[in-house]
C-alpha cells in the first residue's frame, strides 16, 4: 500500500512538473527584446509573404548573383551565421530566411507546415525581392524545399546546392520525429525535448568535441531561445504530422539544374548512402564528402564550406554542358 502512495506522490509531482513547464513557456520570441542574441542583426530585414511575418537577413552586392540560404527542421537562419557575410565577401547577394514557423518568423496556429509551403514561401520571398533565378542553397530539411523548389520552378533555380539533405521519409522513424507523430504523447514529449537547454548542450557538445573547441555559450543560448517557445513546439510539431518528402528521391531523376552535394561523412542524422543515391539520380551533379565532419559542414567548416560553394557556383558551363563527375575520393575534403 505504501509503495502505490508513493508511486501515486511521484507520479503527481512528476506531472505537475510537466503541467508547471508547459505552462511557463515563452509564447514566442521578440526580435528587438532578443538583440544580443541576433548575429548579423544589422543585415536583419522583415517582410510580409502570404500574410506571414518573415525574418530575413541579406548581405552582398544587389546586383551580384543572388544565392537563398534555406535552414534545415528544429533550426533557424542562425545555421548559417559562419558562412553567411563570406559568401556575399565571394561576390554573392546572399538571403537568408528563417522559414514560417522559425526564428524570428511569425508562425501561424494553422499554418501548414509541409515542405511545398516552405518552397511557396521562398519563392515569395523571391518574387518580393525582384529575384527572378538564384542558386538555391538547402542544408537538411531546407535541402528538401530547395529539391521542391528546383522540381516544381526549375525557371527560378540557376544552381542547387544540397548539404545533408533529407530526401526521403526515413528520418521519420527517429525517437524525437516518432514521438512528435504522437497524439497527445508529442504534444507533451515534444516541447520537453526541444526545450531542454541540457540536451541540446549534449547535442552540441558532439559537434565541438569532435573540432576540439569549447561550446560557444553565446550561440549555445541563441539556439535555445530559439526554440524554448510554444509557438515553435506548434510549428514543429505540425512540420513532424506533415512530412512527406519521399517525392525528393521519387523524381530527382527529373532535377536539370546543376547540382552539387555536400555532405560530412560522419552525418548521422542523414546518412551518406543518401548522398549516393542523390548523385547517382540527380543527371547534372557532383558530391562533396567533408572528411571528420557531421550533418552541416557550413557550421563545422565554414571556410572550406564557403570556398566549394563558390568555386561551383563560378564554374563556367556552357548551355546543356553536363558536370563532369568528380571522383569520391579525390573530392575528399579534408582539413
Same mark, same amino acid.
Given at each position: 500500500?505504501?509503495?502505490?502512495?508513493?508511486?501515486?506522490?511521484?507520479?503527481?509531482?512528476?506531472?505537475?512538473?510537466?503541467?508547471?513547464?508547459?505552462?511557463?513557456?515563452?509564447?514566442?520570441?521578440?526580435?528587438?527584446?532578443?538583440?544580443?542574441?541576433?548575429?548579423?542583426?544589422?543585415?536583419?530585414?522583415?517582410?510580409?509573404?502570404?500574410?506571414?511575418?518573415?525574418?530575413?537577413?541579406?548581405?552582398?552586392? *544587389?546586383?551580384?548573383?543572388? /544565392?537563398?540560404?534555406?535552414?534545415?527542421?528544429?533550426?533557424?537562419?542562425?545555421?548559417?551565421?559562419?558562412?553567411?557575410?563570406?559568401?556575399? %565577401?565571394?561576390?554573392?547577394?546572399?538571403?537568408?530566411?528563417?522559414?514560417?514557423?522559425?526564428?524570428?518568423?511569425?508562425?501561424?496556429?494553422?499554418?501548414?507546415? $509541409?515542405?511545398?509551403? %516552405?518552397?511557396?514561401?521562398?519563392?515569395?520571398? /523571391?518574387?518580393?525581392?525582384?529575384?527572378?533565378?538564384? #542558386?538555391?542553397?538547402?542544408?537538411?530539411?531546407?535541402?528538401?524545399?530547395?529539391?521542391?523548389?528546383?522540381?516544381?520552378?526549375?525557371?527560378?533555380?540557376?544552381?542547387?546546392?544540397?548539404?545533408?539533405?533529407?530526401?526521403?521519409?526515413?528520418?521519420?522513424?527517429?525517437?524525437?520525429?516518432?514521438?512528435?507523430?504522437?497524439?497527445?504523447?508529442?504534444?507533451?514529449?515534444?516541447?520537453?525535448?526541444?526545450?531542454?537547454?541540457?540536451?541540446?548542450?549534449?547535442? #552540441?557538445?558532439?559537434?565541438?568535441?569532435?573540432?576540439?573547441?569549447?561550446?560557444? *555559450?553565446?550561440?549555445?543560448?541563441?539556439?535555445? +531561445?530559439?526554440?524554448? #517557445?510554444?509557438? $515553435? +513546439?506548434?510549428?514543429?510539431?505540425? $512540420?513532424?504530422?506533415?512530412?512527406?518528402?519521399?517525392?525528393? !528521391?521519387?523524381?530527382?531523376?527529373?532535377?536539370? %539544374?546543376?547540382? /552539387?552535394?555536400?555532405?560530412?561523412?560522419?552525418?548521422?542524422?542523414?546518412?551518406? !548512402?543518401?548522398?549516393?543515391?542523390?548523385?547517382?539520380?540527380?543527371?547534372?551533379?557532383?558530391?562533396?564528402?567533408?572528411?571528420?565532419?557531421? +550533418?552541416?559542414?557550413?557550421?563545422?567548416?565554414?571556410?572550406?564550406?564557403? *570556398?566549394?560553394?563558390?568555386?561551383?557556383?563560378?564554374?563556367?558551363?556552357?548551355?546543356?554542358?553536363?558536370?563532369?563527375?568528380?571522383?569520391?575520393?579525390?573530392?575528399? #575534403? !579534408?582539413?
Amino acid at each position: 500500500m505504501k509503495k502505490r502512495y508513493l508511486l501515486a506522490g511521484a507520479s503527481g509531482i512528476v506531472a505537475g512538473a510537466v503541467a508547471t513547464k508547459l505552462l511557463t513557456r515563452p509564447r514566442d520570441v521578440s526580435w528587438p527584446d532578443s538583440i544580443d542574441l541576433i548575429y548579423h542583426a544589422e543585415y536583419s530585414w522583415f517582410t510580409i509573404i502570404d500574410g506571414v511575418r518573415i525574418h530575413y537577413q541579406e548581405a552582398g552586392d *544587389e546586383n551580384a548573383p543572388p /544565392m537563398i540560404l534555406i535552414h534545415g527542421f528544429i533550426s533557424s537562419n542562425l545555421v548559417w551565421n559562419e558562412v553567411f557575410r563570406p559568401l556575399a %565577401q565571394a561576390g554573392f547577394r546572399v538571403i537568408a530566411p528563417d522559414l514560417p514557423g522559425y526564428g524570428y518568423s511569425d508562425k501561424p496556429r494553422d499554418g501548414e507546415y $509541409t515542405i511545398a509551403s %516552405q518552397a511557396r514561401a521562398v519563392l515569395g520571398l /523571391m518574387d518580393r525581392l525582384g529575384i527572378e533565378k538564384a #542558386t538555391i542553397v538547402g542544408a537538411s530539411y531546407g535541402g528538401a524545399v530547395a529539391a521542391m523548389l528546383a522540381l516544381d520552378c526549375p525557371e527560378r533555380v540557376a544552381r542547387l546546392v544540397l548539404v545533408g539533405a533529407v530526401s526521403n521519409d526515413e528520418v521519420k522513424k527517429k525517437l524525437l520525429l516518432r514521438l512528435a507523430s504522437l497524439p497527445i504523447i508529442g504534444d507533451i514529449a515534444t516541447p520537453l525535448f526541444l526545450g531542454s537547454r541540457w540536451i541540446l548542450r549534449k547535442r #552540441t557538445e558532439e559537434v565541438y568535441r569532435r573540432l576540439g573547441y569549447p561550446v560557444d *555559450e553565446r550561440k549555445l543560448e541563441a539556439r535555445h +531561445h530559439l526554440l524554448e #517557445t510554444s509557438n $515553435t +513546439h506548434h510549428a514543429m510539431i505540425r $512540420t513532424v504530422r506533415q512530412w512527406s518528402a519521399n517525392r525528393i !528521391s521519387r523524381d530527382a531523376h527529373l532535377i536539370r %539544374q546543376p547540382t /552539387m552535394l555536400v555532405w560530412g561523412d560522419e552525418d548521422n542524422h542523414i546518412p551518406i !548512402s543518401n548522398a549516393y543515391r542523390l548523385r547517382d539520380a540527380i543527371p547534372n551533379s557532383r558530391l562533396i564528402v567533408f572528411r571528420r565532419c557531421g +550533418h552541416l559542414p557550413p557550421t563545422e567548416y565554414p571556410e572550406k564550406f564557403v *570556398e566549394v560553394v563558390a568555386e561551383f557556383c563560378k564554374a563556367d558551363e556552357s548551355p546543356g554542358e553536363k558536370l563532369q563527375p568528380l571522383d569520391f575520393k579525390e573530392r575528399n #575534403t !579534408s582539413t
